[in-house]
Protein backbone atom coordinates (compact mmCIF):
# COMPACT_ATOMS: atom_id res chain seq x y z
CA UNK A 1 0.00 0.00 0.00
CA UNK A 2 2.77 2.20 0.74
CA UNK A 3 4.89 1.45 -2.11
CA UNK A 4 1.55 2.32 -4.40
CA UNK A 5 0.95 5.54 -2.79
CA UNK A 6 4.57 6.56 -3.26
CA UNK A 7 4.06 5.84 -7.43
CA UNK A 8 0.77 7.40 -7.03
CA UNK A 9 2.73 10.89 -5.73
CA UNK A 10 5.91 10.66 -7.81
CA UNK A 11 3.71 10.61 -11.05
CA UNK A 12 1.56 13.51 -9.85
CA UNK A 13 4.96 15.78 -8.82
CA UNK A 14 6.86 14.79 -12.29
CA UNK A 15 6.87 17.28 -14.52
CA UNK A 16 4.32 17.25 -17.94
CA UNK A 17 6.17 15.99 -20.92
CA UNK A 18 7.95 18.88 -23.53
CA UNK A 19 5.63 19.73 -26.05
CA UNK A 20 7.67 19.56 -29.71
CA UNK A 21 8.81 22.90 -30.58
CA UNK A 22 6.69 25.43 -32.79
CA UNK A 23 9.15 24.86 -35.63
CA UNK A 24 8.90 21.14 -35.55
CA UNK A 25 5.06 21.51 -35.53
CA UNK A 26 5.11 23.73 -38.04
CA UNK A 27 7.32 21.85 -40.51
CA UNK A 28 4.83 18.52 -39.85
CA UNK A 29 1.79 20.58 -41.05
CA UNK A 30 3.58 22.39 -44.27
CA UNK A 31 4.77 19.08 -45.47
CA UNK A 32 1.36 17.60 -44.64
CA UNK A 33 -0.66 20.45 -46.54
CA UNK A 34 2.10 20.99 -49.08
CA UNK A 35 2.93 17.76 -50.45
CA UNK A 36 0.06 16.97 -52.90
CA UNK A 37 0.88 20.30 -54.63
CA UNK A 38 4.36 19.89 -54.51
CA UNK A 39 3.78 16.46 -56.19
CA UNK A 40 1.66 18.25 -58.60
CA UNK A 41 4.20 20.92 -59.59
CA UNK A 42 5.89 19.11 -62.38
CA UNK A 43 2.46 18.40 -64.39
CA UNK A 44 1.83 21.96 -64.09
CA UNK A 45 5.18 23.83 -65.22
CA UNK A 46 5.06 20.91 -68.46
CA UNK A 47 1.57 22.47 -68.64
CA UNK A 48 3.02 25.92 -68.25
CA UNK A 49 5.95 25.63 -71.29
CA UNK A 50 3.87 23.21 -73.63
CA UNK A 51 -0.14 24.51 -73.87
CA UNK A 52 -0.41 27.86 -71.73
CA UNK A 53 2.96 29.72 -72.89
CA UNK A 54 2.29 28.67 -76.54
CA UNK A 55 -1.00 30.05 -76.39
CA UNK A 56 -0.06 33.13 -74.94
CA UNK A 57 2.70 33.87 -76.74
CA UNK A 58 0.30 33.24 -80.07
CA UNK A 59 -2.01 35.70 -78.65
CA UNK A 60 0.67 38.00 -78.37
CA UNK A 61 1.49 37.38 -82.02
CA UNK A 62 -1.98 37.93 -83.50
CA UNK A 63 -1.72 41.63 -82.80
CA UNK A 64 1.52 42.55 -84.85
CA UNK A 65 2.30 42.51 -88.38
CA UNK A 66 4.66 39.16 -87.94
CA UNK A 67 6.11 38.30 -91.03
CA UNK A 68 9.39 36.64 -92.31
CA UNK A 69 11.10 40.27 -91.67
CA UNK A 70 10.77 39.80 -88.03
CA UNK A 71 10.87 36.47 -87.49
CA UNK A 72 14.08 36.82 -85.32
CA UNK A 73 13.24 39.98 -83.30
CA UNK A 74 9.40 39.48 -83.00
CA UNK A 75 8.95 42.50 -80.35
CA UNK A 76 10.29 45.05 -83.36
CA UNK A 77 7.31 44.00 -85.64
CA UNK A 78 5.05 46.56 -85.74
CA UNK A 79 1.81 46.69 -83.94
CA UNK A 80 -1.48 45.62 -86.18
CA UNK A 81 -3.91 46.30 -83.31
CA UNK A 82 -6.48 44.25 -84.40
CA UNK A 83 -5.71 44.47 -88.86
CA UNK A 84 -4.73 41.06 -88.35
CA UNK A 85 -8.58 39.91 -86.89
CA UNK A 86 -10.35 42.33 -89.58
CA UNK A 87 -8.14 40.87 -92.46
CA UNK A 88 -9.06 37.09 -91.09
CA UNK A 89 -12.67 38.32 -91.06
CA UNK A 90 -13.49 40.08 -94.25
CA UNK A 91 -15.23 37.92 -96.51
CA UNK A 92 -14.51 39.96 -99.58
CA UNK A 93 -11.08 39.10 -100.06
CA UNK A 94 -9.55 36.06 -100.99
CA UNK A 95 -8.42 35.08 -97.28
CA UNK A 96 -11.77 35.53 -95.71
CA UNK A 97 -13.22 34.12 -98.59
CA UNK A 98 -10.72 31.05 -98.13
CA UNK A 99 -11.46 30.75 -94.15
CA UNK A 100 -14.93 30.94 -94.58
CA UNK A 101 -14.67 28.26 -97.09
CA UNK A 102 -12.55 25.74 -95.16
CA UNK A 103 -15.02 27.02 -91.77
CA UNK A 104 -17.70 25.30 -93.44
CA UNK A 105 -15.89 21.91 -94.87
CA UNK A 106 -14.42 21.87 -91.21
CA UNK A 107 -17.97 21.91 -89.60
CA UNK A 108 -19.43 19.23 -92.18
CA UNK A 109 -15.78 17.31 -92.07
CA UNK A 110 -16.43 17.40 -88.28
CA UNK A 111 -20.47 16.48 -88.37
CA UNK A 112 -19.94 13.66 -89.99
CA UNK A 113 -16.96 12.10 -88.58
CA UNK A 114 -18.19 12.17 -85.28
CA UNK A 115 -21.50 11.28 -85.93
CA UNK A 116 -20.06 7.53 -87.52
CA UNK A 117 -17.10 7.42 -85.51
CA UNK A 118 -19.85 7.43 -82.20
CA UNK A 119 -22.58 5.60 -84.20
CA UNK A 120 -19.80 2.75 -85.27
CA UNK A 121 -18.31 2.87 -81.83
CA UNK A 122 -21.16 2.21 -79.94
CA UNK A 123 -22.85 -0.44 -82.22
CA UNK A 124 -19.57 -2.39 -82.06
CA UNK A 125 -19.66 -2.15 -78.21
CA UNK A 126 -23.25 -3.09 -77.90
CA UNK A 127 -22.32 -6.27 -80.09
CA UNK A 128 -19.12 -7.13 -77.81
CA UNK A 129 -21.36 -6.67 -75.04
CA UNK A 130 -22.50 -10.72 -74.74
CA UNK A 131 -19.54 -12.84 -74.09
CA UNK A 132 -18.82 -15.07 -76.71
CA UNK A 133 -15.87 -17.63 -77.97
CA UNK A 134 -13.34 -15.18 -79.35
CA UNK A 135 -14.56 -11.91 -77.98
CA UNK A 136 -11.00 -10.43 -76.10
CA UNK A 137 -9.38 -11.62 -80.04
CA UNK A 138 -12.27 -9.17 -81.40
CA UNK A 139 -11.51 -6.63 -79.27
CA UNK A 140 -7.99 -6.17 -79.61
CA UNK A 141 -8.49 -5.79 -83.46
CA UNK A 142 -10.54 -3.05 -83.23
CA UNK A 143 -8.31 -1.41 -80.94
CA UNK A 144 -5.31 -1.61 -83.82
CA UNK A 145 -6.75 1.30 -85.43
CA UNK A 146 -6.48 3.95 -82.34
CA UNK A 147 -3.13 1.88 -81.59
CA UNK A 148 -1.27 3.13 -84.55
CA UNK A 149 0.19 6.52 -85.00
CA UNK A 150 -1.38 9.09 -86.94
CA UNK A 151 1.51 9.30 -89.40
CA UNK A 152 1.18 5.66 -89.69
CA UNK A 153 -2.47 5.41 -90.40
CA UNK A 154 -2.49 8.16 -92.60
CA UNK A 155 0.40 6.89 -94.92
CA UNK A 156 -1.45 3.47 -95.31
CA UNK A 157 -4.36 5.05 -96.33
CA UNK A 158 -2.74 7.55 -98.74
CA UNK A 159 -1.46 4.42 -100.56
CA UNK A 160 -4.70 2.57 -100.32
CA UNK A 161 -6.29 5.20 -102.12
CA UNK A 162 -3.57 5.82 -104.86
CA UNK A 163 -5.34 6.16 -108.41
CA UNK A 164 -4.15 3.12 -110.43
CA UNK A 165 -1.97 0.63 -107.49
CA UNK A 166 -4.42 1.50 -104.81
CA UNK A 167 -6.09 -0.89 -102.79
CA UNK A 168 -9.69 0.74 -102.73
CA UNK A 169 -9.73 1.22 -106.28
CA UNK A 170 -8.75 -2.33 -107.09
CA UNK A 171 -11.73 -3.70 -104.71
CA UNK A 172 -14.39 -0.99 -106.23
CA UNK A 173 -12.98 -1.30 -110.03
CA UNK A 174 -11.39 -4.88 -110.75
CA UNK A 175 -12.95 -7.19 -108.10
CA UNK A 176 -16.96 -5.22 -107.53
CA UNK A 177 -17.15 -3.69 -111.11
CA UNK A 178 -18.37 -0.55 -109.52
CA UNK A 179 -17.16 1.74 -111.63
CA UNK A 180 -15.89 1.45 -114.93
CA UNK A 181 -12.76 3.63 -114.64
CA UNK A 182 -10.65 4.02 -111.35
CA UNK A 183 -11.64 7.25 -109.72
CA UNK A 184 -9.15 9.87 -108.11
CA UNK A 185 -9.76 9.96 -104.17
CA UNK A 186 -7.38 12.23 -103.46
CA UNK A 187 -7.97 15.13 -105.85
CA UNK A 188 -11.59 16.94 -106.43
CA UNK A 189 -14.71 16.18 -104.34
CA UNK A 190 -13.77 12.89 -104.00
CA UNK A 191 -11.11 13.84 -101.57
CA UNK A 192 -13.42 14.81 -99.00
CA UNK A 193 -14.43 11.64 -99.16
CA UNK A 194 -11.35 9.94 -98.34
CA UNK A 195 -10.46 12.01 -95.73
CA UNK A 196 -13.55 11.22 -93.53
CA UNK A 197 -13.12 7.57 -94.26
CA UNK A 198 -9.27 7.52 -92.89
CA UNK A 199 -10.77 10.09 -89.57
CA UNK A 200 -13.72 7.53 -89.01
CA UNK A 201 -11.37 4.61 -89.10
CA UNK A 202 -8.66 6.44 -86.81
CA UNK A 203 -11.66 7.40 -84.41
CA UNK A 204 -14.41 5.02 -83.95
CA UNK A 205 -12.19 2.70 -81.81
CA UNK A 206 -12.02 5.30 -79.20
CA UNK A 207 -15.68 5.40 -79.29
CA UNK A 208 -15.98 1.73 -78.84
CA UNK A 209 -13.39 1.59 -76.07
CA UNK A 210 -15.24 4.80 -74.02
CA UNK A 211 -18.59 3.00 -74.50
CA UNK A 212 -17.30 -0.37 -73.42
CA UNK A 213 -16.54 0.65 -70.05
CA UNK A 214 -19.19 3.11 -69.71
CA UNK A 215 -21.37 -0.50 -70.65
CA UNK A 216 -19.84 -2.06 -67.48
CA UNK A 217 -21.37 0.20 -65.39
CA UNK A 218 -24.71 -0.44 -66.16
CA UNK A 219 -26.78 -3.40 -63.90
CA UNK A 220 -27.52 -6.25 -65.28
CA UNK A 221 -30.96 -6.29 -63.36
CA UNK A 222 -32.30 -4.02 -65.79
CA UNK A 223 -31.94 -5.70 -68.61
CA UNK A 224 -33.33 -9.04 -66.93
CA UNK A 225 -36.28 -7.06 -65.95
CA UNK A 226 -37.01 -5.30 -69.42
CA UNK A 227 -36.55 -8.87 -70.66
CA UNK A 228 -39.07 -10.48 -68.07
CA UNK A 229 -41.58 -7.44 -69.12
CA UNK A 230 -41.24 -8.78 -72.67
CA UNK A 231 -39.05 -5.51 -73.76
CA UNK A 232 -36.69 -6.52 -77.37
CA UNK A 233 -33.67 -5.63 -78.35
CA UNK A 234 -34.43 -2.61 -79.43
CA UNK A 235 -36.42 -0.98 -76.86
CA UNK A 236 -33.67 -2.18 -74.39
CA UNK A 237 -31.46 -0.16 -75.74
CA UNK A 238 -33.12 2.65 -76.23
CA UNK A 239 -34.78 3.16 -72.63
CA UNK A 240 -31.72 1.60 -70.73
CA UNK A 241 -28.60 1.43 -72.66
CA UNK A 242 -28.79 5.06 -74.17
CA UNK A 243 -30.00 6.87 -70.91
CA UNK A 244 -27.24 4.78 -68.79
CA UNK A 245 -24.48 6.22 -70.85
CA UNK A 246 -25.84 9.67 -71.32
CA UNK A 247 -22.89 10.94 -69.02
CA UNK A 248 -20.70 8.76 -70.96
CA UNK A 249 -21.69 10.16 -74.36
CA UNK A 250 -21.49 13.78 -73.07
CA UNK A 251 -17.92 13.70 -72.49
CA UNK A 252 -17.47 11.67 -75.34
CA UNK A 253 -19.13 13.65 -77.98
CA UNK A 254 -17.20 16.66 -76.76
CA UNK A 255 -13.77 14.89 -76.91
CA UNK A 256 -14.42 13.84 -80.63
CA UNK A 257 -15.48 16.91 -81.27
CA UNK A 258 -12.25 18.72 -80.07
CA UNK A 259 -9.94 16.27 -81.85
CA UNK A 260 -11.72 16.25 -84.99
CA UNK A 261 -12.02 20.15 -85.67
CA UNK A 262 -8.67 20.52 -84.77
CA UNK A 263 -6.49 17.56 -86.79
CA UNK A 264 -4.05 18.83 -88.97
CA UNK A 265 -2.54 14.98 -89.19
CA UNK A 266 -4.69 13.37 -91.17
CA UNK A 267 -5.16 16.38 -93.83
CA UNK A 268 -1.61 16.86 -94.08
CA UNK A 269 -0.32 13.36 -94.39
CA UNK A 270 -3.16 12.76 -96.89
CA UNK A 271 -2.61 15.82 -99.21
CA UNK A 272 0.26 17.60 -98.23
CA UNK A 273 0.67 21.39 -98.56
CA UNK A 274 -1.58 22.28 -101.42
CA UNK A 275 -4.82 20.17 -100.46
CA UNK A 276 -7.61 20.38 -102.69
CA UNK A 277 -10.53 22.93 -102.63
CA UNK A 278 -12.76 20.53 -101.18
CA UNK A 279 -10.48 18.69 -98.16
CA UNK A 280 -8.92 22.47 -96.86
CA UNK A 281 -9.60 22.05 -93.34
CA UNK A 282 -9.29 24.96 -91.43
CA UNK A 283 -5.94 23.70 -89.82
CA UNK A 284 -4.49 23.61 -93.30
CA UNK A 285 -5.75 27.04 -94.19
CA UNK A 286 -4.29 27.98 -90.67
CA UNK A 287 -0.85 26.41 -91.61
CA UNK A 288 -1.11 27.93 -95.43
CA UNK A 289 -1.07 31.37 -94.02
CA UNK A 290 1.15 31.04 -91.18
CA UNK A 291 4.03 28.73 -92.64
CA UNK A 292 3.47 28.91 -96.51
CA UNK A 293 2.37 32.94 -97.05
CA UNK A 294 5.01 34.14 -93.77
CA UNK A 295 1.69 36.03 -92.34
CA UNK A 296 2.21 34.84 -88.77
CA UNK A 297 0.33 37.59 -87.19
CA UNK A 298 -2.93 36.70 -89.26
CA UNK A 299 -2.08 32.37 -89.08
CA UNK A 300 -1.73 34.15 -85.06
CA UNK A 301 -5.49 35.63 -85.78
CA UNK A 302 -6.74 32.51 -87.08
CA UNK A 303 -5.73 30.66 -84.64
CA UNK A 304 -7.40 32.90 -81.64
CA UNK A 305 -10.62 32.98 -83.25
CA UNK A 306 -10.60 29.00 -83.23
CA UNK A 307 -9.90 28.72 -80.05
CA UNK A 308 -12.80 31.26 -79.16
CA UNK A 309 -14.82 29.05 -81.50
CA UNK A 310 -14.08 25.78 -80.13
CA UNK A 311 -14.30 27.84 -76.44
CA UNK A 312 -17.94 28.98 -77.19
CA UNK A 313 -19.54 25.62 -78.67
CA UNK A 314 -17.55 23.79 -75.49
CA UNK A 315 -19.44 26.43 -73.45
CA UNK A 316 -23.23 25.98 -74.90
CA UNK A 317 -23.00 22.42 -75.22
CA UNK A 318 -21.70 21.89 -71.97
CA UNK A 319 -24.78 24.42 -70.59
CA UNK A 320 -27.22 22.25 -72.71
CA UNK A 321 -26.36 19.00 -71.91
CA UNK A 322 -26.40 19.75 -68.15
CA UNK A 323 -29.41 21.31 -68.55
CA UNK A 324 -31.04 18.31 -70.13
CA UNK A 325 -29.93 16.09 -67.72
CA UNK A 326 -31.34 18.13 -64.60
CA UNK A 327 -34.80 18.23 -66.39
CA UNK A 328 -34.62 14.46 -67.01
CA UNK A 329 -33.74 13.92 -63.05
Known amino acids: MAAATEAARARVSAPPPTPPPPTRRSWERVRRIGLPYLLLLPAVLFELLVHVVPMLVGIFMSFKQLTEFFIRNCSAAPSAGLGNYRFALDVNSAVGRNLLHSFWITCGFTVLTVGL ?5 TGAALLMQDPFRGRRLLRTYFLIPYALPAYTAAITWEFMFQRDTG ?11 LFKQPPFW ?11 ITAVWRTWPFAFLVVTAGLQNIPGDL ?8 AGVWLRIRSITLPQLRPVNQVLVLVLFLWTFNDFNTPYVLFGNVPPPQANLLSLQIYDTSFQSWNFGSGSAMSVLLLVFLLLVTAAYLLVTNRRGNADA
Open 117 to 121: SWLIG
Open 167 to 177: LVNTLLVHDLH
Open 186 to 196: LLGGNSFWALV
Open 223 to 230: YEAAAIDG
